[in-house]
């Protein structure tokens, strides 16, 4: 991408004035912490004498391969998705929202669940924040069909409030098997609530971002950033997601 267009996106995001600062100093040194699903209960260590102490809390054992819809493809994953009735929120949904983009990506993008718009429209990320989202990834260089997008729930929660452990925990088995199909290099989870959910925490975003955590027995890099929706309210914070997106590809260009 070249850097017009570069400046074009940064300016959607209202960053055109900001000087780039690299996490914690250096963009060739990303920290590296582990906290995830897939950890064992032992405290994290840091992967480097730089690297700060773990500030996430062990969670809980989740074997990626062993799920409730192990050895489904995506089309079979599609299709039970689709006729899903596991919890009450498929009374109210207009339709499930699978998720979308490139099976074959590097990026997986999770956010929290389908709005309005996605809800009918069959697809994440496709309203304002949508919008935003996009720009976000242009910022650092990707298109929206370059990588993939989910959402931690299939379905929409009515007047979009948070999920509820129910609903979180009987979804969470197809966006595993999504991770599963897909091997991503990076995960980025946009918002509190998908990192809450992906991590097994309660810890908040600001101390969650800026970490690489991993997910899964494939230990797959997660970067934590802001929601798109909670940037559009606070366009003050943009300047942090940024700061979050270029750690996230400084992370990736590693792996
Ligand atoms: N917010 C989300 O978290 N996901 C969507 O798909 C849309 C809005």
């Known amino acids: 991408m070249n850097s017009q267009l570069r400046r074009e996106y940064l300016d959607a995001l209202g960053l055109k004035s900001w000087t780039l600062r690299t996490a914690r100093g250096s963009a060739d040194a990303p920290s590296l912490v582990i906290a995830s699903r897939a950890q064992s209960a032992a405290p994290a260590a840091p992967a480097a004498p730089a690297a700060p102490a773990a500030r996430s809390a062990p969670s809980p054992v989740r074997d990626v391969s062993a799920t409730r819809e192990a050895g489904a493809d995506w089309e079979e994953l599609r299709a039970r998705v689709a006729a899903c009735t596991r919890c009450s929120l498929s009374a109210t949904r207009t339709q499930t929202v699978f998720g979308v983009g490139n099976p074959h990506a590097d990026w997986l993008i999770v956010g929290e669940a389908p709005g309005a718009e996605e809800d ?8 304002r924040a949508g919008q935003l989202l996009n720009s976000m990834l242009h910022a650092i260089g990707l ?16 007047g979009n409030r948070d999920p509820n452990l129910t609903e979180a925990a009987e979804c969470l088995p197809y966006l595993e098997r999504q991770i599963a199909l897909l091997k991503p290099k990076i995960m980025l989870a946009v918002g509190r609530i998908a990192a ?43 300047r942090k997601a940024w700061e979050d997106l270029k750690f996230a590809r400084d992370v990736i260009s590693r792996v």
């Open 143 to 158: 298109a929206r069909e370059q990588v993939y997008i989910a959402n931690v729930l299939k379905c929409r929660p009515p």
């Open 120 to 127: 009918r429209r069959g697809e994440p990320f496709v309203g």
């Open 196 to 238: 809450q959910n992906l991590l097994g925490t309660e810890k908040t975003l600001g101390a969650l971002r800026q970490q690489v955590h991993r997910f899964g027995l494939s230990q797959v890099p997660l970067v934590v950033t802001y929601h798109p929706a909670y940037l559009l309210r606070t366009p003050t914070e943009k």
